[in-house]
């Protein structure tokens, strides 16, 4: 199983972005997601999560300016990101709970990270 994340880049202030959380494999579901980010000297932190059935939360920081949204039949998440500022810089990472499968009717619960992409706000 993989976790790829994907969609960073270079922006200008006020602009945006859509970040994508792709998992292959050997699956049966994506359940839990969220997307952190981390910034040079400072601690991961969540930005936002979705769960399996689609309850989001956010952190206050990008309340009313980053959607979380998943895709259950592509086993993606997406993080549109409006509204961007040069505090948003950071490497950006997603991570997940997946139901790995192992046999036709047989499977466990495995905690996934995608490698980070950087996403940059700058003029």
């Known amino acids: 199983v993989q976790l790829q994340a994907s969609g960073g880049g270079l922006v200008q202030p006020g602009g945006s972005l859509r970040l994508s959380c792709a998992a292959s494999?050997?699956?049966?579901?994506?359940?839990?997601v969220g997307w952190y980010r981390q910034s040079p000297g400072k601690q991961r932190e969540l930005v936002a999560g979705?769960?399996?059935?689609?309850?989001?939360n956010y952190a206050d920081s990008v309340q009313g300016r980053f959607t979380i949204s998943r895709d259950n039949a592509k086993n993606t998440v997406y993080l549109q990101m409006n509204s961007l500022k040069p505090e948003d810089t950071a490497v950006y990472y997603c991570?997940?709970?997946?139901?790995?499968?192992?046999?036709?009717?047989?499977?466990?619960?495995?905690?996934?990270w995608g490698q980070g992409t950087l996403v940059t706000v700058s003029s």
């Open positions: 494999g050997s699956i049966f579901s994506i359940n839990a």
């Open positions: 979705i769960s399996r059935r689609g309850s989001t």
């Open positions: 991570n997940a709970d997946i139901t790995v499968q192992i046999k036709p009717e047989l499977g466990y619960e495995k905690n996934y």
